[in-house]
């Protein structure tokens, strides 16, 4: 099990950035295949990314990519996702989930096979 603590969210302008962060407790966060999900008002929650345990492998939805970047610090309990370019259908609780202490397969994308969930943070991106 692991506990994840969403932040960097916030009110940035079309073109602007924005790194979120996703803080995790435990002791074996390494373990843990990751992603990044987005739900905006009206909307189905949608992929955004997802990384490896390790940060070897990464993922991303056709319309982030290219503009937004998924990184991990094992040493520091932390995933990322940088946000570059942002365009206001941007604007979404993002959230971040754990795939669980294995490895990732073909369904890193539904977000079903995520057991673990944040609380979402808000990121608001002004046309």
């Known amino acids: 099990q692991v506990q994840l603590v969403e932040s960097g969210g916030g009110l940035v302008q079309a073109g602007g950035s924005l790194r979120l962060s996703c803080a995790a407790s435990?002791?074996?966060?390494?373990?843990?295949?990751m992603g990044w999900f987005r739900q905006a008002p009206g909307k189905e929650r949608e992929f955004v990314s997802a990384?490896?345990?390790?940060?070897?492998?990464?993922y991303y939805a056709d319309s982030v990519k290219g503009r937004f970047t998924i990184s991990r610090d094992n040493a520091k309990n932390t995933m990322y996702l940088q946000m570059n370019s942002l365009k206001s259908e941007d604007t979404a609780v993002y959230y971040c989930?754990?795939?669980?202490?294995?490895?990732?397969?073909?369904?890193?994308?539904?977000?079903?096979?995520?057991?673990?969930w944040g609380q979402g943070t808000q990121v608001t991106v002004s046309s």
């Open positions: 990384i490896s345990g390790s940060g070897g492998l990464t």
């Open positions: 435990g002791r074996t966060f390494s373990n843990f295949a």
């Open positions: 989930a754990a795939f669980g202490p294995r490895y990732l397969n073909s369904r890193y994308f539904k977000e079903d096979e995520y057991k673990h």
